[in-house]
């Protein structure tokens, strides 16, 4: 069983960064690998972004390649995503999700834990 809490939304300008972790209980956080997704209002919930158990293999959607970082520290049972040139099309509500299923996984239903998510709005 994993729980997991998000923090580090808010509002940005377009342009901007923040920096996104989620923060994960268990003793076997590090055995599980994780993702994170978004939902825009009015949209279907969409992959991001995806890393694998030890960190060294990540995945990312196009639409945020080159601009978002996924990244985790298992000594701190935390992931993060560090979100740079933000654009207003960036805004969502943000969740991480946890699998015990090794490799990148990009489809909702490959992950069984969720948080409950943490708004990101971008204002052009």
């Known amino acids: 069983q994993v729980q997991l809490v998000e923090s580090g939304g808010g509002l940005v300008q377009a342009g901007g960064s923040l920096r996104l972790s989620c923060a994960a209980s268990?003793?076997?956080?590090?055995?599980?690998?994780m993702g994170w997704f978004r939902q825009a209002t009015g949209k279907e919930r969409e992959f991001v972004a995806a890393?694998?158990?030890?960190?060294?293999?990540?995945y990312y959607a196009d639409s945020v390649k080159g601009r978002f970082t996924i990244s985790r520290d298992n000594a701190k049972n935390t992931v993060y995503l560090q979100m740079n040139s933000l654009k207003p099309e960036d805004t969502a509500v943000y969740s991480c999700?946890?699998?015990?299923?090794?490799?990148?996984?990009?489809?909702?239903?490959?992950?069984?834990?969720w948080g409950q998510g943490t708004q990101v709005t971008v204002s052009s």
């Open positions: 999700a946890a699998t015990p299923v090794a490799g990148l996984r990009i489809s909702l239903t490959n992950y069984d834990y």
């Open positions: 890393i694998t158990w030890s960190g060294g293999n990540t």
């Open positions: 268990g003793r076997t956080f590090s055995s599980y690998a």
